[in-house]
């Protein structure tokens, strides 16, 4: 498994888990996040410090939107650039 699978994978746990509320809920790496509004505003909120306490980086406000990244794919390229 390589590290941006890695960082898939965890993410994919964890926003199921902690903003989903959703623990068994599978989501795929080329699922759009914030287009479908599966993660809405307030979720991204919840991302970016979800983001902080897992991987220690900083996603800045600006950068919470659906330009930026709408799947996991895309964030965990953000996240593993930033590491």
């Not at 746990?13 to 809405?40: F, K, V, Y």
């Not at 897992?54 to 930033?82: H, K, M, Y």
Request: net charge negative; charged share 20%.
């Amino acid at each position: 498994m390589t590290d941006l699978d890695q960082i898939t994978t965890t993410l994919s746990q964890q926003i199921a888990q902690r903003i989903l509320n959703q623990p068994m809920r599978q989501i795929s790496a080329a699922e759009p996040l914030l287009t479908t509004g599966l993660i809405d505003s307030f979720g991204l909120v919840d991302l970016a410090m979800l983001i902080e306490d897992e991987f220690g980086v900083r996603i800045a406000d600006s950068e919470l939107n659906s330009t930026t990244f709408d799947t996991l794919n895309q964030l965990a390229e953000i996240i593993q650039e930033r590491m």
